[in-house]
């Protein structure tokens, strides 16, 4: 069984804080992936990443940056948190691109509120 | 701007009937389509999906269709129970990255 996980399920910071979000996989999975979830907005992808020190730009990359340092690992930093930044943060992995499979797996979530 | 739109944000069911979930694309180059299905305080986790070289796959009590010329997708849960009250999202890709919808809440009343 893939098990992504993900380093609190619940966080509160304050404004103008820098944040680390955490996420550890361990199916040896190429991609790894970081997705905002907001009502009525479904999820919308921050960055990805597609191997080892490698990451792209998703739909919403604005305020946040990402680390993969490790293969198992993905990091998503908040520079300086924002109010508008409070939301679901969801990781996910994939195999790579040489496994035809497109299923992602995704990590239990953390509920981040900036105050 | 969403390439993937659920356009009914929930539907109440009653237990034992059917489940009808509607999903519409814009992308013409999306070529594979998943649904996921997410608990509250639990990450979404797969349930079905299909290649836009078929127009329907089933699994059980869950099948999704295809109408490519239309780019609408549907998920038929049948018969709907209780465990089935979750949120179900579609989603879209032409390579590895999946385009999500926002979703629709499925109640499943006793």
């Known amino acids: 069984d893939v098990k992504v996980t993900q380093s609190s399920r619940y966080l509160v910071k304050r404004t103008g804080e820098k944040v680390f979000l955490e996420c550890v996989q361990d199916m040896d999975h190429e991609n790894m992936f970081w997705y905002r979830q907001d009502p009525g907005l479904g999820l919308r992808l921050i960055y990805f990443s597609y191997d080892v020190k490698m990451k792209e730009k998703g739909d919403i990359p604005e305020g946040y940056s990402v680390s993969r340092e490790k293969k198992e690992r993905f990091s998503l930093i908040l520079e300086s948190a924002s109010t508008n930044q409070t939301s679901m943060y969801l990781c996910?992995?994939?195999?790579?691109?040489?496994?035809?499979?497109?299923?992602?797996?995704f990590g239990p979530g953390t509920r981040l509120t900036v105050t | 701007d969403q390439q993937v739109k659920q356009n009914s944000p929930s539907l109440s069911v009653q237990e034992g009937r059917i489940s009808i979930l509607n999903c519409d694309y814009t992308n013409s180059m999306f070529d594979y389509f998943l649904w996921y299905k997410k608990y509250p305080a639990e990450g979404p986790t797969f349930l079905i999906s299909i290649s836009s070289i078929k127009d329907k796959n089933e699994d059980g009590r869950f099948t999704v269709f295809l109408n490519k010329s239309a780019k609408h997708l549907s998920l038929h849960i049948v018969p709907s129970q209780p465990g089935d009250s979750a949120v179900y999202f579609c989603a879209a890709s032409p390579n590895y990255k999946l385009s999500f919808g926002a979703g629709t809440t499925v109640t499943v009343r006793a």
């Open positions: 996910a992995s994939s195999p790579g691109q040489a496994i035809y499979s497109y299923e992602q797996y």
